[in-house]
T-cell receptor, first 115, second 111 residues
Framework: NAGVTQTPKFQVLKTGQSMTLQCAQD?????MYWYRQDPGMGLRLIYY???????DKGEVPNGYNVSRLNKREFSLRLESAAPSQTSVYFC??????????????FGPGTRLLVL | QKEVEQNSGPLSVPEGAIASLNCTYS??????FFWYRQYSGKSPELIMS????GDKEDGRFTAQLNKASQYVSLLIRDSQPSDSATYLC???????????FGAGTRLFVKA
């Protein structure tokens, strides 16, 4: 099993450009998440998807959109990149179904630099 | 605003010593608690999860939870240089899908 995979690993964008970060999991998990990690700030939730067909905002959703394409795939889109979106982005999945939060399994991350 | 607080460190301990990592959280309805380890440039990976008051041991790791004091800790016995990493405390909330992460504590184990 590959677990959680993310593409690309690295990306450099110019301000105003758009891009989509891809995430896929092969653990048959219901829930998927997108986080960003900045120095000294830990992981902050951008969006999550509790199940196929549903998405909800996290702590820092502004400037991002998501799509839960199917149970395996959850993508994050930056429509007009800004330097403040320079960060490391992690996708994660878990078995959580709403009652209790469960262990999250993380992808390797995407390092994004916006110039 | 739900918060999870950790001392950012760095915490430096000699090889073979006990490392003690602490975490406090602000919301009393928190239900599940996790410690993740993150090596530099890598993604977080689960070390321990704990759901009820008391201690939970797994090898050299012990998680301790005190819901009355809103406090969770991680003890690492016989610390090894390979334990040098950032340790993230995470708190999950009842009936929700959100987990709030602390900023992490950097641990250095000196050989």
């Amino acid at each position: 099993n590959a677990g959680v995979t993310q593409t690309p690993k690295f990306q450099v964008l110019k301000t105003g450009q758009s891009m989509t970060l891809q995430c896929a999991q092969d653990m048959n998990h219901n829930s998927m998440y997108w986080y960003r990690q900045d120095p000294g700030m830990g992981l902050r939730l951008i969006y999550y998807s509790a199940s196929e067909g549903t998405t909800d905002k996290g702590e820092v959703p502004n400037g991002y959109n998501v799509s839960r394409l199917n149970k395996r795939e959850f993508s994050l889109r930056l429509e007009s990149a800004a330097p403040s979106q320079t960060s490391v982005y992690f996708c994660a999945s878990s078995e959580a179904t709403g009652g209790t939060q469960e262990t999250q399994y993380f992808g390797p991350g995407t390092r994004l630099l916006v110039l | 605003q739900k918060e999870v607080e950790q001392n950012s460190g760095p915490l430096s301990v000699p090889e073979g010593a006990i490392a003690s990592l602490n975490c406090t959280y602000s919301d009393r309805v928190s239900q599940s608690f996790f410690w993740y380890r993150q090596y530099s440039g890598k993604s977080p990976e689960l070390i321990m999860s704990i759901y009820s008051n008391g201690d939970k041991e797994d090898g050299r790791f012990t998680a301790q939870l005190n819901k009355a004091s809103q406090y969770v800790s991680l003890l690492i016995r016989d610390s090894q240089p390979s334990d040098s990493a950032t340790y993230l405390c995470a708190v999950g909330y009842t009936g929700g899908f959100k987990t709030i992460f602390g900023a992490g504590t950097r641990l250095f184990v000196k050989a």
